[in-house]
């Protein structure tokens, strides 16, 4: 009955973030932006609780001893997932690591993306770009080393580990990312080509005035 409870509160954990990140992406911070900007400015918000809020005390954990001997009523959370994966239990250099990049940089650049959006700043999609290439990066570097070991360290015994643990939640942070670097490629490209459109434009406009002043010229010098 306790790890039911416990996975109960931490799905409920995950619900509750999603919650809080629809109400602040779409009714608070992205009142004045389009559509799609909203689903972003959701995503941002819930990117940026769950690396402060729930990776952020993990890393803390790990550093002061391990999240196994943790007393912390938080240490639960991911003595839970744990279960599924139990390199979050020992800290592993290799997650460890990871995990402490994503806390800090990982989720200061979600506040740089959402102040990106909100005020339309010419820095939004580099820093987009940026925090999706480090998150995928970052989802490589946790299973990827533990693949080519054998995976010795992943219990996908059940439904809950294999499927809501493992894939669910951490699958979302590879095809997030990969939808965001997509939207930042069309963005970028939609930017460039107006660039490149205003610019020939203005190249031809000086081809005219300097053909408009060499025939005002010619007609001044056939005048006298």
Known sequence: MAIETVSLVSLASCALFATLSVVLGHFVLGKNVRSIERW??????YDALTHFLLEGPFVIFSLAGSVNASESTLSLLWKEYGKADSRWLYSDPTIV???ILTVVLDGLLCLVVIAGIMTKGYYRHFAQVVLCVCELYGGWMTFCPEWLSGNKNLNTSSFL??????ILMNGIWVVVP????IQSWY???DAFTLKADADGR???DRRNDDKSSSSASARKRKDR
């Open 40 to 45: 972003v400015l959701t995503w941002m918000v």
């Open 97 to 99: 690591s990871l995990e």
């Open 161 to 166: 580990y294999l499927w809501i643990y493992l």
């Open 178 to 181: 990969a939808l965001l670097l």
């Open 187 to 189: 963005e970028m490209k």
């Open 202 to 204: 203005s190249r031809q």
